[in-house]
């Protein structure tokens, strides 16, 4: 049972215009949510996160916004840039339920950014 | 170290064949994962080290795997007897400390595993 869904493998959009990354979650005990990139090749590097106490976070040309009552949080990229082209993992951590140390990652999303 | 470092980056192995993969985590950091991605896959928890101890090995595939950690530093995660399932890109990750406090893990660049 997948307790992260991002249900879109791959996303391209054009360069300058937003990207726009999704995530669903079924695990109510999760309060913590991130967003890695990952590069071929590469380890996936920590991008934004958000804390359940909030519903926005926004770092730069990257904002996370989180929909408790959906259990869904976004990762807005604006604007996109080719340099951007990576997959998007989504991950979920918990403070109770004895699952507060570790990350629960969706399959990733593939961002194509066209120049 | 200025990030987590594994080796080897890649390895190629013969079916039934065991392997050793390493992680060196960032100086400190008492958290240590090891998660794994198998083609088209997502990120797949398999153990936990809160120092040299593992609270959680529950995402161990089976009892093929194996996992330790010494000195509160580096990590080895064994595999015995490889199958071709084996295959994949093993990452490893630290942290200060625990990811729902807010701390961030850091991943490797990862193991690459082909069994054939």
């Known amino acids: 049972d997948q307790q992260v869904k991002q249900n879109s493998p791959s996303l391209s959009v054009q360069e300058g215009r937003i990207s726009i990354l999704n995530c669903d979650y079924t695990?109510?005990?999760?309060?913590?949510f991130l967003w890695y990139k990952k590069y071929p090749a590469e380890g996936p590097t920590f991008l934004i996160s958000?804390?359940?106490?909030?519903d926005k976070n926004e770092d730069g040309r990257f904002t996370v916004f989180l929909n408790k009552s959906a259990k869904h949080l976004s990762l807005h990229i604006v604007p996109s840039q080719p340099g951007d082209s990576a997959v998007y993992f989504c991950?979920?951590?918990?403070?109770?339920?004895?699952?507060?140390?570790?990350?629960?990652f969706g399959k990733g999303t593939l961002l194509t950014v066209n120049p | 170290g200025a990030g987590v470092s594994q080796s080897p980056s890649n390895k190629v192995t013969e079916k039934g064949k065991d392997v050793e993969l390493r992680c060196d985590p960032i100086?400190?950091?008492?958290?240590l994962y090891w998660y794994r991605q198998r083609l088209g896959q997502g990120l797949e928890f398999l153990i936990y080290?809160?120092?040299?101890?593992?609270?959680?090995k529950s995402g161990l595939p089976s009892d093929r795997f194996s996992a330790e950690r010494t000195g509160e530093s580096v990590s080895t995660l064994t595999i015995q007897r490889t199958q071709q399932e084996d295959s994949a890109v093993y990452l490893c990750?630290?942290?200060?400390?625990?990811?729902?406090?807010?701390?961030?893990?850091?991943f490797g660049e990862g193991s690459w595993l082909t069994v054939v």
């Open positions: 080290f809160q120092g040299n101890s593992a609270p959680d």
């Open positions: 991950a979920a951590s918990g403070r109770s339920g004895g699952s507060n140390y570790k990350l629960t």
């Open positions: 695990n109510s005990m999760f309060d913590y």
């Open positions: 100086s400190g950091h008492t958290a």
């Open positions: 990750a630290s942290s200060w400390g625990q990811a729902s406090s807010g701390n961030t893990i850091y």
């Open positions: 958000i804390s359940s106490i909030k």
